[in-house]
């Protein structure tokens, strides 16, 4: 992004990205909310005075598997589904976000991902699916083989899961990859090979587009300027 300021606290229309990440959830109402902080988490923590929110610290950055199994040590023995949703995707509704819930506790499925098609999928994790349609696994841009970057479905990196079929899985994670990370991704395919159910629900493709740059984020400045956000 240019620019020391923690990713999530550059502005949109005068407001840090992270609020307009919570929005859609505020609205959904869970009963906890839990944010992860890493660099910056000073900065972070202060903008978020006031919201309904509890953070969780990841001391050292060594990926999104890493950052959800520090969330769940504020989790202790709790039992029912956890939204995951990253703190740069401010043209989310609450509207897909209900939709995606739904869609997971109707299917009773262990794990939901929320998908879409783009054009230019560079840079995201893309969706591996067998010849029945059903997602087998997600591979990360930095490891996908030549035939798996031609997927256009991206992960969105917007889940829901069950718990603690979620922390079980996380707890086998592997850093065996191009980053030396621990990918949330590689829990679906851990859930699959346990014979749990995985959904896939494919979305609005505009809604689910990160921020990584500069040009992204003027990007969806302009979107929002153009298509003002539901209010519920």
């Given at each position: 992004m240019e620019s020391p300021l923690p990713k999530v606290l550059h502005p949109v229309k005068g407001r840090p990205l992270i609020k307009y990440a919570l929005d859609p959830i505020l609205q959904v109402r869970p009963l906890r909310n839990i944010v992860v902080v890493g660099y910056g988490r000073g900065e972070v923590i202060r903008v978020l005075?006031?919201?309904?929110?509890?953070?969780?610290?990841?001391d050292v950055q060594k990926g999104t598997g890493h950052a959800v199994s520090e969330?769940?040590?504020?989790?202790?023995?709790?039992?029912?589904?956890?939204?995951?949703?990253?703190?740069?995707?401010?043209?989310?509704?609450?509207?897909?976000?209900?939709?995606?819930?739904?869609?997971?506790?109707?299917?009773?499925?262990?794990?939901?991902?929320?998908t879409g098609d783009v054009e230019n999928p560079f840079g995201y994790g893309r969706v591996v699916?067998?010849?029945?349609?059903?997602?087998?696994?997600?591979?990360?841009e930095r490891d996908a083989g030549v035939s798996e970057k031609r997927l256009h479905e991206i992960n969105s990196g917007i889940y829901c899961f069950e718990y603690p079929p979620l922390r079980e899985a996380l707890a086998e994670l592997k850093n065996e990859n191009d980053q030396g990370e621990y990918y949330l991704t590689d829990?679906?395919?851990?859930?699959?090979?346990?014979?749990?159910r995985i959904g896939v629900l494919k979305g609005n493709s505009e809604e689910i587009l990160g921020v990584n740059t500069v040009l992204e984020l003027k990007a969806?400045?302009?979107?929002?300027?153009?298509?003002?956000?539901e209010e519920n």
């Open positions: 005075e006031g919201y309904p929110v509890e953070f969780a610290v990841q969330a769940g040590r504020l989790l202790a023995d709790y039992t029912g589904t956890v939204l995951v949703l990253p703190g740069d995707v401010p043209l989310l509704t609450v509207s897909t976000l209900k939709k995606l819930m739904k869609f997971h506790m109707d299917g009773s499925y262990a794990a939901t991902v929320l699916r067998d010849k029945q349609g059903d997602l087998v696994k997600i591979v990360e829990t679906i395919a851990i859930l699959r090979a346990k014979g749990l969806v400045e302009k979107k929002i300027m153009k298509s003002p956000r």
